[in-house]
Each structure stands twice: as C-alpha cells, then as structure tokens.
C-alpha cells in the first residue's frame, strides 16, 4: 500500500502588490520555514526564516524594483513556489 502524501497549496496575496506581500501554507501551521525571494534570472534579492503560527506570513516587498517574482517556500522537506508582481 503506497501512502500519498497531501500538499498544502501556498496563498500568496495580494498579487500584484506594492508593498507588502501576504503568504500562508493551507493546513497544519509548521514552525520553520525559509523563504527566498528571487528575480527572473534566478538572483536571490530576500532570504529569512519565519516561526509561523496560524495566519498569513507577511513580508515587506517594498524596496523590490517593479516586476515579476518567484517566492520559494521550504517548509521541513517540502517546497512550494509562487510568482507575484511587484508594481
């Protein structure tokens, strides 16, 4: 018998935004997770460590130039990714 494992999809919100950037993992809340944000060429502009409760995580966007954006989530040994606009 194989066991499937269910994904918590990852809110990410608003989308577009201009400042902050709201996001939260649907599900059991975790303790740690890392999150990275990157460009479109794969430079890592924001890398922290949450303590996460239940909630949305938000994070201050606001010195990021206008464009498209890719956050990464490392949540114990699940990853989840989302783009987002900077306008």
């Known amino acids: ?16 935004t201009a400042d902050f950037l709201n996001f939260q993992l649907e599900g059991t809340p975790s303790e ?16 922290q ?4 409760a239940n909630g949305p995580i938000r994070i201050n966007v606001n ?6 954006y890719l956050l990464n989530l490392v ?4 990853r989840y990714a989302a783009r987002f606009i900077k306008e």
């Open 1 to 16: 018998i194989r066991e499937e494992k269910t994904l918590k999809p990852l809110s990410v919100y608003p989308n577009p």
């Open 32 to 47: 740690n997770v890392q999150i990275t944000i990157q460009n479109t060429i794969g430079q890592t502009l924001v890398q």
């Open 49 to 52: 460590t949450f303590t996460t």
């Open 63 to 68: 010195s990021l130039k206008t464009g498209v």
């Open 75 to 78: 949540e114990g040994s699940n």
